[in-house]
């Protein structure tokens, strides 16, 4: 049966839950600290107990509600909105989005490189590999652009007055020093 095939899996992988743990929260602590270097000087208002929770609530809108990761972009920027104000707050989850693709980028060049070196470049997850690095690439570049560059939140404030504030915010807080998003990235 199916969860027998489960279990059989489980069981044999379970000398290495401990090391895909570490990595689990390896990378949840550098997205956390990623959205913390494109929050601006701001950041600093946060009190890291906060800035704790918002990352236990990130964690759990991703990965345990179907929300996916703009869920949990909201939930987080919603919960650093008070201190830093709702548009930077949302302008550094907009910067993080892009900067995880980026990453994504970055982290499959070697992983490519230790598949081809395994199994040939012929091989069909060597290509597939390539294949995610370079959109994933593409799109944090596309997102990152759009973001930089719509002055959505003049148009937001335009359309909605009550915005006004919000949207100036955003527009000026989406513009993050490049230095923060490599430090995102």
Do not use: K
């Not at 570490?22 to 913390?36: I, K, Q, T």
């Not at 550094?92 to 982290?107: E, H, K, P, T």
């Not at 003049?154 to 915005?163: D, E, I, N, T, Y």
């Amino acid at each position: 049966t199916v969860f027998r095939a489960v279990l059989d899996t489980l069981l044999a992988a379970s000398a290495w839950m401990p090391l895909v743990i570490a990595f689990d929260l390896g990378f949840s602590a550098c997205e956390a600290m990623a959205h913390r270097a494109v929050l601006g000087a701001g950041r600093h208002a946060i009190p890291w107990s906060r800035f704790l929770r918002s990352s236990f609530v990130y964690f759990c809108v991703m990965v345990v509600a179907p929300l996916g990761r703009t869920g949990a972009e909201v939930a987080r920027a919603a919960t650093f909105a008070p201190y830093v104000g709702a548009g930077r707050a949302a302008a550094a989850a907009a910067n993080v989005q892009g900067s995880v693709f980026l990453a994504n980028l970055v982290i499959s060049i070697p992983c490519w490189i230790a598949v081809v070196l395994t199994v040939g470049l012929g091989h069909p997850l060597a290509w597939l590999l390539a294949i995610n690095g370079i959109g994933t690439g593409l799109l944090g570049a596309l997102v990152l652009m759009i973001v930089r560059r719509s002055r959505i939140g003049s148009r937001l404030g335009a359309r909605f007055p009550r915005l006004a504030a919000i949207g100036a915010d955003l527009d000026a807080a989406v513009l993050a020093p490049r230095r923060d998003l490599w430090t995102a990235t």
